[in-house]
């Protein structure tokens, strides 16, 4: 069946450090993949989303880029803040799926 | 900014209440959705609504039910609360067929029974 696996966390970076958030995805058919961002105590937020091999999402500095050869996902930002710490989930959708598939998480801590 | 409220957003009640955490969206979606979540963990989906008058059973067990008789509004309750009950629950909708829909969701209930 359809599945998203992410890189264990937590991650921990320095201010201004750069970040890679792994996730690999497993689907039949041809998914959408999302990255959505979690603050503490709160819903989670879609961070940014592509709908096609090669297309690249982007938003607050946070950038993925769709690799169908490689059935990849990585979130990257090339320099973080304090600000950005949060959990990160991926998640794929098919087409004709009615469900979002969410991988475990990665919590990311992002120190001063 | 996605238009899905849930309320209350914290609870704290005694074991062997009965409770309804509410759900509403203003964005005429169709599909809406309970995930169950420790904090920071993986979200475990526990029911959806493809419309009006269907509910499903998700991927996780749970004991509590949820009804659909509006399209904006999708409560969930717990006949007895327990403490193994203690968790956030994250409310969501989604509109379309297509799969670049993307799932909004609400802030969250955190509900601790004591």
């Known amino acids: 069946g359809d599945s998203v696996t992410q890189m264990e966390g937590p991650v921990t970076l320095s201010e201004e450090a750069f970040l890679t958030i792994n996730c690999t995805y497993t689907a039949t058919g041809y998914p959408s993949l999302f990255w959505y961002v979690q603050y503490p105590g709160e819903g989670l937020q879609l961070l940014l989303k592509?709908?096609?091999?090669?297309d690249k999402g982007s938003n607050k500095g946070f950038e993925a880029t769709y690799r169908k050869e490689t059935t990849s996902f990585h979130l990257e930002k090339g320099s973080v803040q304090v600000s950005d710490s949060a959990v990160y989930f991926c998640a794929l959708r098919t087409t004709g799926g009615f469900k979002t598939i969410f991988g475990a998480g990665t919590r990311l801590f992002v120190k001063a | 900014e996605a238009d899905i409220y849930q309320t209350p957003r914290y609870l704290v009640i005694g074991t062997g209440k009965k409770i309804t955490l509410e759900c509403s969206q203003t964005m005429g979606h169709d599909k809406m959705y309970w995930y169950q979540q420790d904090p920071g963990m993986e979200l475990h989906l526990i029911h959806y609504?493809?419309?009006?008058?269907?509910?499903e059973k998700g991927d996780l067990s749970s004991e509590s039910t949820v009804s659909r008789i509006r399209t904006e509004h999708f409560p969930l309750t717990l006949e007895s609360a327990r403490p193994s009950h203690t968790s956030q629950y994250l409310c969501?909708?989604?509109?379309?067929?297509?799969?670049?829909?993307?799932?909004?969701f609400g802030e969250g209930s955190w509900l601790t029974v004591v």
């Open positions: 609504s493809y419309g009006v008058n269907s509910t």
């Open positions: 969501a909708s989604s509109g379309g067929q297509g799969a670049a829909n993307t799932i909004y």
């Open positions: 592509a709908t096609k091999a090669d």
